[in-house]
Structures are given as C-alpha cells and as structure tokens.
C-alpha cells in the first residue's frame, strides 16, 4: 500500500470537496505530490461521505480507486450483518426490531427471546452465559465489559443492552461485548469486516491480494479495532486449518476468471455449497452474503436445510444484499428458515413454513370499496410473502401477479408506499379521458400489464412527474385498469 506523504495529504484535504474531474486537469504538478494516489482518496472520501459517513470522519482512512469503493458494502448493510451477528450470538439480549407474526408491536421480543431481568445480579448471569467461549487457541483473556450491557439508568424497568456497544456512532469505538471470536474469509476492502469485529474480542481478517491486506491492516488501526487480525491467504485454506471460532462471514467474488459477471452459488469463489459441511462444523453459525437476484428458496435448497435465517436486505428501496445464516441442524427433520425482510428502517419477519404459499391468489375477494393503494418495499417483492401482507396489514392484493394491494381504510406503518385512490378506469377512450381529466403529466408504473411504463406513457401522451400517480396492473378477474392516484 502507498501511504501518503505530507504533500498528497495536504492536497488531498485541501481539496477533497471539489471536482475530481476538473482537478484531474487543472491541478497544479508541485514537488512530491502523487497527485492520482490524492485524485483516489478525494473519489473516495466522497463516495464515503454519503455510503460510510462513520469511515468518512475518520481521520487517516486510506481509500482504495473508485470500482472498489461503489462495489463496497454500505454503512446500513454493514451495521445490519452486525446486527445480525450479536442478536444470533445473545439472544437473550436481541436488540433487533421485529414484527411478530400475530402483528403486535415492532419493539415486542419474541416468544424465545426472554426478557432480561432488573437485576444487575441477574444481568450478569445472562450476559455470561450468552456467548460460547471459542474453543480457538488465539482466544484472549481479556474479561468481558459489563458496562456494555447494563444501563445507566437506576430507573429502568428491564436492563437492556444498548446497540452502542455494538456499533458506536464514533468509529474509533473498541467496545467489546464479549469473549468471542469471529472470522471474515473474504475480506476485500474490509467494510463488512470492521463493523462484524466490533461485536467481538477476536477478529481476524483472511484476504489473498496482499494490497487489500494493507490496507486493511492500516485502516482497522485508524477506527481503532486493536481486536482485528489481518491474515494475508487463501480463505478456504484458512478454513481447513483454524481452529473453531463462534462466527463466520463469507462474501463470495460474483465474478468469473474472465472478469464476467455470476450469480450462481456454484458459479462464484469460493464455492460455499462445497464448504458447507466444513463451514458448521468450525463456527456455531455461518452468514454468507449472496447476489440479490438469486431466488431464495432455491438458494436455501441448495444448502439442503442448514439455512436457520433469510435477510432479504434493501435500502432506498432497492434490493441490495441475500444473507443467509447457516448452522447445525437442531432437529431430526429440517426446519424452514424464518426470512426477514428489511428495506431502512421497515422491517418484517415471518417463518417461511407458515407462508410457503406466497404467489397464491383469490382467496380473498377485494373490497367493494377501494379507497388507498399500497405498493410494497424491494424486500417484501423479492421474497414474495404477498399472503402474508394480507393477513398482517389487512389489504387486498388487486389479481395475479400484480403484487399492489388495495384496502376501504388507511394502513399504518405498511412495508412500501402507500397512494390514496382517486379514480380507478378501463383503457377504453371513455374511462382514460374521465381519469385524465386534463392532466398533462404523471408518475407511472405498471404491474402485471400488457404495456411498459414508456409504451403507456407514449398511449397516454403524458409528462413525467407531478403529483399524480398512474398504476397499470390487471385485477381479480384478468381485467386491464388504470388506477389514479395520489401519494399519501
């Protein structure tokens, strides 16, 4: 790795808010500048300071070129896998927001996740008895911070951890809530990797590119992870000789030897199927990250019912990330996963037994009255518990394959976007100059229609954007209709 010297650091924070363009051609060549080396960590600062606002605070990260930083793990995804890492390993302690399948409140644990007790005494006992100590001869004997899990407050009713033990806003935190071990066979430009570490006291990081492993090493030094380990190797070799750890985390390369893009588990490197079995047998659980544009039941197929949990993660309401959790069959017969599907801060989670059903249709009639429209989130289309969404919020799904759905009354808190309904029509000439009504512009979207969004925009003679929103979609009944409507 190049480190910068006094006059590429000096350009770089002198500049860092501008053009990297236009620098690239105007800058100025003084003495000991390595002006591409500044012109990266400028591209790269930017893409941080909306993508890892925490990694972009810090002072002394070193950016990779830019490929690297637009295929990187954001903040949110990141946080999230950690999440997901500490409520598998405490689940006593679950901090993870969940709405329960009888559709009570978000912040109500589950029927397996006790409640801690006020009792500092007992707090202690539960935290202790949490995590599985690492059977790995690089175990510590640094003591766990109770602090991490005990609040502050004399007043509180329940003790409960805090996520800032977790994930501090400050990304220079080295909290650790545990003597645990967790290993990242695939590391890359590490963002995954130094949000995972902070949930544990012993980290370690396995890439074979030794100029990731550079990087890595210098940037976990600048957030302050004292617990990370970097490896310079081969993942899967890695794998064979370490001894057992708590945690593992896989981010296969989707790309093949010519650089082609792949989707496939078999088809990507390494191939996580063939190491299934090596996998359970040294960690208690496994997360491995995934192309969004598998389909996840036949993801969880292939791994033939070691699959304990589906995260189906979007942000910005695009379908980002596949995680699965693997680890050992507790049962004879395998269980379905339960799938979570969370896009920001919407979240939904249900056990897939329950709802294996998902695309099934007409066994609730519409309503006669058709007042609001909703649209779920990235998450919930990609899993396809549109039965579930019936049950839960008390809508209608408008026909086959439509995936919208219509209610007589207003939904709280529905997973996606919601639209009240102003007029709902044919395309016959009538009906389309009754829902025009003069209009000159609209937001369309079509589901499950005969036209795309541009062929009916180009029908319609239409604008795009304003306030009006214009649905194509087919209902119960294999009827064409174009619903009106405005967002709520």
């Known amino acids: 790795m190049t480190i910068m010297n006094d006059e590429t650091r000096e350009f770089v924070a002198m500049h860092r808010n501008e053009d990297v363009r236009e620098l690239a051609l105007k800058a100025k060549r003084v003495e000991g500048l390595d002006l591409p080396l500044a012109l990266d960590q400028i591209a790269g600062w ?3 300071r909306k993508k ?56 109500q644990t589950t029927k397996s996740e006790p409640q801690l007790s006020d009792s500092a005494e007992s707090v202690m006992q539960t935290a202790k008895s949490a995590f599985q100590l690492s059977d790995s001869p690089e175990s510590d004997t640094q003591e766990m911070k109770m602090g991490a899990w ?48 902070r949930g544990f006291s012993q980290a370690t990081y396995v890439e074979r590119q030794r100029h990731l492993c550079d990087l890595a090493e210098h940037n976990m030094a600048a957030l302050g992870l004292d617990q990370a380990r970097i490896v310079c190797g081969d993942g899967v070799e ?51 990250k995934l192309s ?24 910005g309401n695009e379908c980002k990330e596949l995680l699965l959790v693997l680890g050992q069959q507790v049962h004879e017969e395998p269980s379905a996963p339960r799938v979570f599907c969370v896009n920001d801060n919407q979240r939904i989670d249900y056990d897939s037994a329950a709802y294996t059903q998902g695309l099934r249709i007409g066994g609730k009639p519409l309503p006669e ?7 779920p989130n ?32 207003p939904v709280a808190d529905f997973p996606g976007r919601g639209f009240a309904i102003e007029a709902i029509g044919g395309m016959n000439k009538k009906d389309i100059k009754r829902l025009l009504n003069g209009t000159k512009q609209a937001n ?25 929103y214009l649905f194509g979609t087919t209902m119960q009944g294999c009827d064409h209709v174009l619903l009106r409507t405005s967002k709520i």
Not at 76 to 98: C, D, N, W
Request: aromatic share 8%.
């Open 46 to 48: 930017q893409i941080a």
């Open 52 to 107: 890892l606002p925490q990694w972009a605070s810090c002072e002394g990260i070193v950016y990779p070129p830019h490929i690297s930083m637009e295929q990187c793990s954001s903040q949110f995804t990141a946080q999230y896998k950690s999440e997901i890492a500490q409520t598998l390993l405490a689940p006593a302690a679950t901090v993870r927001a969940r709405v329960s399948d009888s559709g009570e409140s978000d912040n």
């Open 150 to 197: 005990m609040s502050d407050s004399p007043e509180s009713d329940t003790q409960e951890m805090k996520m800032g033990a977790w994930m501090s806003d400050s990304p220079e935190s080295d909290t650790l809530v545990a003597r645990s071990s967790m290993v990242d066979l695939t590391g890359g430009f590490g963002v995954d990797f130094s949000y995972l570490a």
């Open 238 to 288: 890695y794998l064979r000789q370490m001894g057992p750890v708590d945690f593992i985390y896989l981010d296969p390369a989707r790309r093949d030897e010519h650089g082609s893009r792949t989707y496939a588990i078999e088809d990507c490197t390494p191939n996580v199927l063939e190491l299934r079995d090596l996998l359970l047998a040294k960690s208690q659980y496994t997360l491995v």
């Open 292 to 315: 969004p544009m598998l389909d996840w039941r036949k993801a969880v197929a292939d791994f033939d019912g070691t699959v304990r949990e589906v995260h189906i993660v979007a942000t």
């Open 369 to 375: 009255v058709k007042n609001y429209l909703y649209e």
């Open 378 to 409: 990235a998450s919930i289309m990609k899993a396809g518990c549109f039965d579930l969404v019936e049950e839960r919020f008390g809508v209608t799904q408008v026909g086959p394959s439509s995936h919208l759905f219509v209610s007589a009354t």
């Open 444 to 468: 369309i979207a079509v589901r499950n229609f005969p036209l795309t969004a541009p062929q009916l925009r180009k029908k319609l003679k239409l604008a795009d954007g304003g306030p009006v």
